[in-house]
């Protein structure tokens, strides 16, 4: 049996915890209310800024005409694509420059200017290369996150505990034993950090790209309100984004706390 | 091999370092035997290039000159100054790291580190990982680790000096008990005297860098029994002061 000061303890961690989601959702809601109340007494323009009202029946409307998750899809699969390409392209580039010091030193330079290079810039050599199509979208977002995944990954292989590789060593082990044994296994865990920010990085790249060139897609979505002024289609898009973006870092970090007991 | 054959023969051991600025002359005329069955420490100054001995013996550096003389069967155990064991593998699995390496997964050898580990008590935590372990059954685990391969000699370098006072008699004392029980040779790198004169047949002290061997000790202790047992004896007394005087760590005193 728990003693009473413990209990109340307790009853503490829980009453803080309920107050701190309560103040969240009262702000959230407040936003849009106090966003639907300008709205409605014309306090804000609607044409540019919108009103919940208007953004939900937008959503309606794309659901009626059964766009709506066609557009998340073809994001999120771009999304999805361009992760995984991304992740084992940077993982596999830090293991090699780990392996071969003398490349690693030769190539620092060039990442370092990679990495502070707008990569947006890059947007219409990658068209022409590329073509107008998917394949631009996901070369854009794997210019934007592997050069990061590059740099953090083997900064994390090579600060690894150097004792242990004596002791390795000491076992006469070679190369690729002490990069499965140890590199690997003991990185593990910070590669999953490395992800997170991967996946939003490989976000910002698929909209950045959907913007340049696309037929389909949330990013498109926003692109196309723009164009035509219809920024009720342009909030859409955005909230549809940040929905898509919580979903996404909560996928993450279920899998953060799988991987970690 | 029978006990007192001289295994190892070094002879005028030289290592220089090089840094861009200039370069370091670490240890220098370096000789000595090691007989088998011999537990022989090297004390010495810190940082005066003792480890360095072990790391050349272990095939991790190469000396400057010098040669080394063994038989090419001759197998060395290494022991780190810290445990290093890994985290994420649990304690019989840290065991057979070496076994892994080597390719030695085998019968015999998997029933040598199965034997070691109920004999030294750590049976019950086989399948437990490191953080639920003390200090002290950490280092026996490394122990272990290095015998599994079934090592001639251990090369200890300052292998208690991660370990608080209390813990470090105990375990010291414990790792003298398996390296005797286990038969194995051992050389101990420290820059502890009284761990160098309780544990060791032979002491070797060793000056401020560059190394060169100030003075050989043997270590004659009448009635001579465990660590711990072995300080107690007069002849501890003596030689700790004779070693203390060698290395010279005197106070500064004043200007």
């Known amino acids: ?76 699969y771009e999304v999805i694509l361009s992760f995984i390409l991304g992740t084992i392209i940077g993982v596999v580039t830090a293991s090699i420059l780990w392996r071969f010091k003398f490349l690693s030193r030769v190539v620092d330079p060039y990442l370092t200017i990679l ?27 794997l210019f934007i996150s592997v050069i990061v995944t590059v740099i953090n990954v083997h900064q994390a292989f090579i600060s690894t505990d150097s004792n242990k590789i004596k002791l390795l060593e000491s076992f006469k082990a070679t190369k690729s034993q002490i990069f499965f044994k140890l590199i ?47 920024l009720n289609l342009v909030m859409t898009g955005i909230i549809i984004l940040a929905i898509m973006a919580s979903l996404m870092y909560y996928l993450i970090v279920f899998f953060e706390h799988k991987y970690q007991k | 091999m029978p006990k007192n054959e001289i295994i190892l023969k070094i002879k005028d051991i030289k290592k220089t370092y090089h840094t861009k600025k200039n370069e370091i002359l670490a240890v220098d005329n370096f000789s000595f035997n090691l007989k088998n069955g011999e537990f022989v420490a090297i004390v010495g100054p810190s940082g005066c290039g003792k480890s360095t001995i072990l790391s050349i013996l272990c095939g991790l550096e190469e000396a400057s000159s010098g040669t080394i003389e063994m038989d090419d069967n ?3 155990g290494y022991m780190l100054q810290s445990d290093n064991l890994f985290e994420w593998r649990t304690i019989y699995k840290n065991c057979l790291l070496g076994l892994e390496i080597k ?56 292998p208690f000096s991660a370990l608080d006072q209390e813990t470090r008699l105990a375990v010291s004392d414990d790792v003298y008990k398996i390296i005797k029980r286990e038969n194995k040779s051992a050389i101990m790198v420290t820059h502890d005297i009284g761990e160098a004169v309780s544990m060791a047949d032979r002491v070797i002290v060793l000056s401020d860098r560059p190394s060169v061997i100030k003075n050989i000790y043997e270590i004659k202790i009448e009635d001579r029994k465990n660590p711990i047992e072995n300080r107690q004896t007069k002849e501890f007394a003596k030689y700790y002061n004779l070693i203390w005087k060698d290395i010279g760590y005197h106070v500064q005193s004043g200007t």
Request: zero cysteines; a positive charge; charged letters at 15%.
């Open chain 2, 103 to 158: 390719s030695l997964k085998d019968k015999e050898h998997l029933d040598y580190v199965n034997k070691l580990l109920k004999t030294y008590g750590l049976e019950e935590f086989k399948n437990a990982y490191p953080s639920n372990l003390s200090g002290g059954m950490r280092q026996r685990v490394s122990l272990i680790r290095t015998l599994a391969t079934k090592p001639d000699v251990l090369l200890l370098d300052e």
């Open chain 1, 184 to 230: 690997w296994p003991s990185n593990f865990r910070n590669m999953v950090s490395t992800f997170k920010v991967n996946l939003g990085l490989v976000f910002i790249g698929v909209i950045m790209g959907e913007f340049l060139v696309s037929k389909a897609g949330v990013g498109y979505l926003i692109m196309y309100g723009s164009q035509v002024f219809n």
């Open chain 1, 1 to 76: 049996m728990y003693s009473l000061e413990h209990k109340k303890f307790l009853k503490k961690i829980k009453t803080t915890s309920i107050l701190v989601h309560t103040v969240q959702i009262v702000i959230i809601v407040a936003i849009i209310a106090v966003w639907q109340i300008a709205a409605d007494n014309e306090w804000i323009n609607t044409f540019i800024y919108s009103s919940p009202r208007a953004i939900l029946g937008t959503i309606g409307d794309l659901y009626q005409d059964g766009t709506l998750f066609h557009h998340i899809g073809v994001t999120f």
């Open chain 1, 115 to 141: 990495n502070s290079l707008p990569k947006v810039s890059l947007g219409p050599v990658i068209i022409i290369i590329a073509g107008a199509g998917v394949k631009s979208i996901i070369l854009m977002a």
């Open chain 2, 74 to 76: 001759l197998k060395f």
